[in-house]
């Protein structure tokens, strides 16, 4: 019973955190140099009405003749995936509280909510904006280097991180401007694999980049477009995250 209960309000606390991500996501689409409109729709949008309608299209599917069943069953999965994704900043957090949840001590697992959240905010921002802002930035950053306190050796690992990652994709982007005569990687990229090697320390950079770029490459391959304006922060986020609960 405890453990339902824990889970609940695990749950229910991560989409309130989801709608505090949702907001400040507003807050960066109004950012100068956002690229909202690449993006569609806010989180939650749409038209008035919308959930009244989507209730009134269930209830009709509902009361097709069970000839239809197989169809009704797919067209209210899909009307359900639309709902989900209008909240998509909710889900994703609550899911991935979820998983902390199951796959960190409970020593960790409050540094873990931390760290799924700040993930989950930055990237959502990036897909919407291809912009990290160092409000979120920064602070993340921070966290990862108070979250080892009382522990020197994770402080060490935790700084040579940060400066290891950070300053590795720094030269690494000039090298790319220098060659190809423009920025491959925005400040906010820098910044984050900065302060995720902070978090996991040095020893984590190789696996961390080597599984933000190949999840970067399947992203690219997926699209097909000729815009070269890849969100790269969901990628460095899910890879960082994937070994943060990892065992």
């Not at 290891?164 to 190809?180: A, D, P, S």
């Not at 910044?191 to 995720?196: C, E, I, M, R, T």
Request: glycine fraction near 14%; aromatic fraction near 10%; charge should be positive.
């Amino acid at each position: 019973m405890i453990t339902v209960l824990s889970v609940f309000c695990l749950l229910l606390y991560g989409v309130i955190m989801g709608h505090l991500a949702r907001r400040i996501l507003g807050w960066a689409r109004a950012l100068p140099g956002a690229t909202a409109a690449r993006r569609g729709p806010l989180p939650g949008g749409g038209c008035a009405g919308g959930g009244r309608l989507a209730y009134g299209r269930l209830t009709a599917i509902s009361g097709q003749r069970a000839s239809a069943a197989p169809g009704a069953r797919r067209a209210a999965w899909t009307m359900l995936s639309r709902q989900m994704w209008k909240r998509r900043c909710e889900a994703s957090c609550a899911l991935a509280f979820l998983a902390a949840f199951a796959a960190l001590p409970a020593e960790r697992l409050v540094s873990g909510l931390v760290f799924s959240w700040f993930l989950l905010t930055l990237s959502w921002i990036d897909y919407h904006t291809l912009l990290l802002p160092d409000r979120l930035t920064l602070p993340f950053l921070l966290c990862g280097l108070l979250s080892p306190l009382g522990e020197p050796q994770s402080l060490y690992a935790g700084l040579l991180g940060a400066l290891c990652g950070g300053g590795g994709l720094w030269l690494l982007n000039g090298v790319f401007y220098r060659v190809r005569g423009y920025a491959g990687l925005g400040g906010g990229d820098i910044k984050l694999l900065s302060g995720l090697g902070a978090w996991l320390g040095w020893q984590a950079l190789p696996l961390l980049c080597a599984s933000a770029a190949l999840t970067g490459i399947a992203w690219w391959l997926r699209r097909r477009t000729a815009d070269k304006d890849i969100p790269f922060g969901p990628c460095l986020a899910l890879a960082g995250w994937w070994i943060y609960i990892g065992p």
